[in-house]
């Protein structure tokens, strides 16, 4: 099978829910409309003033390779120094993806205003989460949700510089394709995250030149086979770090009372596991180094493996 077919299947486009292609296409500069539209109508700020304003944090300009693109870490719009809005694209949530995004958020509205400035008040910090899987909030069924700081005996809002926007992506699957009669324009602005058959994105993008700008973004990446080897990288990476963590834990487990000759013997197991790991890092074609980083074999190991 060839990566494209690997990560395409029987469907014509990527999708954005991806955090790779997730990044690619709000950092794109032929995406900016859409970006902005899309933006205005989960908070609400005028859409021709973030057109005018808005400044993305990207790798997108002239002498960045398209290898330097997908590491973006963060996806954060700026107007002037007094908004941040921070795009997140949850696509594996984890017990604690909200504290994490709360903690990152948190970081960011700490650079808002210099030390000794009291001028807070017109620092605002938007944090808008993406969510592919069920996360605690779609026990609502809401598309969209909005979060304050606030007292729950009260509902005295702290402060309205800090908001938090939950977004369900399962919502808007549900609504494209089960109740489409109910699709509001949000709803189609977020089908870039869900659809990936030419049939909806014509629909989509007949006369409506914003929706065209992401799904050309789109369809573009869905043909550049540079594209499907960064996305099979990251596939790897990120199965060793999950593959090499529980081994870590197992380890310790075995550390803390397991018998000595039980423990020498699933020595020798998480060693054929780092081998076969390495293995397939080298058939994605993984530098030796970071091969080495993330098993602890060292080059002359890994060069031993057939």
Known sequence: MNLRDKFLGNNDYLDASNDIVFKMLMCNKKCRRYVCALISEITKIDEEYLLDSLFITSGDDKNTSIEDKVHIKDVVA????????D?????????????????????????LTPIGENEFEDRVLIQINLNKISSRYDLNNELIQEFKLINPDNNLVLTENFRIYEISLNKVYDIWYNKRNEATRLVKLLTPFITRNKRDISELIRGDD???DAFNALGAMSQDRRIFDILNKDQIEKQVLKETSLEEGFKQGIEHGIEQGIEQGEKLGVLKSKIDIARNMLSGNIDKKTISKYTGLSISEINNIK
């Open 78 to 85: 700026r107007i002037n120094d007094k908004l941040v809005i």
């Open 87 to 111: 795009l997140e694209m949850n696509s594996n949530l984890t017990k604690n993806y909200l504290e994490r995004n709360i903690q990152y958020a948190s970081r960011i509205y700490s650079t």
């Open 210 to 212: 914003i929706m065209s």
